[in-house]
Antibody, heavy 119, light 107 residues
Framework: EEKLVDSGGGLVRPGGSLRLSCVGSGFTFSSYTMNWVRQVPGKGLEWISYISSGSRNIYYADSVKGRFTISRDNAKDSLYLQMNNLSAEDTAVYYC????????????WGQGTLVTVSS | DIQMTQSPSSLSALVGDRVTITCRASQSLTSYLNWYQQKAGQAPKLLIYAATRLQSGVPSRFSGSEYGTDFTLTISSLQAEDFATYYCQQTYSTPHTFGQGTKLENK
């Protein structure tokens, strides 16, 4: 079974840092572009970052640029999101997501990990 | 950045109804438009990719259309399991913006 498992969420103080992880299984992780997408509870989806299969191409939403860093370790079938200088507006469920096809659709999602930024 | 305007934001319908949800892009996407369904407490699920292509395993009552910068998701005959929130997403250029979502509720 193809699967993505997100982890690393939790409660963090404003200005703090957190590192999310996502492990893929059941497919060749190194062949796929990956995204992070977040969702404030009760609100819509927000695309926040993209990394190509070999890490050559990386993109961020303006809302996280300069504070978040996406990376991957294909030897470990893992995707990461380093989040620094967190604020209350970053409170959300974070999903890792597999991208495929010529129009970059997301065909596999992690279960999500909740990040709460609060004092 | 490309803006996606999704409408309506909410919709009440009955089982058996034909339902249409629309996304309008601020510029041409040349079919780089995907539709997702999300049920409460779950991750989103891909329904339609490349504007009109049905994802494997998705019932054929779901379909997508493209008319210039306007995209529609149609459910031909609503079933009980279709009450959920639906999102479009453009992947033509980064940021790969999502529409605001359409919550489909039982009338």
């Amino acid at each position: 079974e193809e699967k993505l498992v997100d982890s690393g969420g939790g409660l963090v103080r404003p200005g703090g840092s957190l590192r999310l992880s996502c492990v893929g299984s059941g497919f060749t992780f190194s062949s796929y572009t990956m995204n992070w997408v977040r969702q404030v509870p009760g609100k819509g989806l927000e695309w926040i970052s993209y990394i190509s299969s070999g890490s050559r191409n990386i993109y961020y939403a303006d809302s996280v640029k300069g504070r978040f860093t996406i990376s991957r370790d294909n030897a470990k079938d893992s995707l990461y999101l380093q989040m620094n200088n967190l604020s209350a507006e970053d409170t959300a469920v974070y999903y890792c997501a597999r991208v495929t096809g010529w129009t970059n659709w997301i065909d596999l999602w992690g279960q999500g990990t909740l990040v709460t930024v609060s004092s | 950045d490309i803006q996606m305007t999704q409408s309506p934001s909410s919709l009440s319908a009955l089982v058996g109804d034909r339902v249409t949800i629309t996304c309008r892009a601020s510029q041409s996407l040349t079919s780089y438009l995907n539709w997702y369904q999300q049920k409460a407490g779950q991750a989103p699920k891909l329904l339609i990719y490349a504007a009109t292509r049905l994802q494997s395993g998705v019932p054929s009552r779901f379909s997508g259309s493209e008319y210039g910068t306007d995209f529609t998701l149609t459910i031909s005959s609503l079933q009980a399991e279709d009450f959920a929130t639906y999102y479009c997403q453009q992947t033509y250029s980064t940021p790969h913006t999502f529409g605001q979502g359409t919550k489909l509720e039982n009338k």
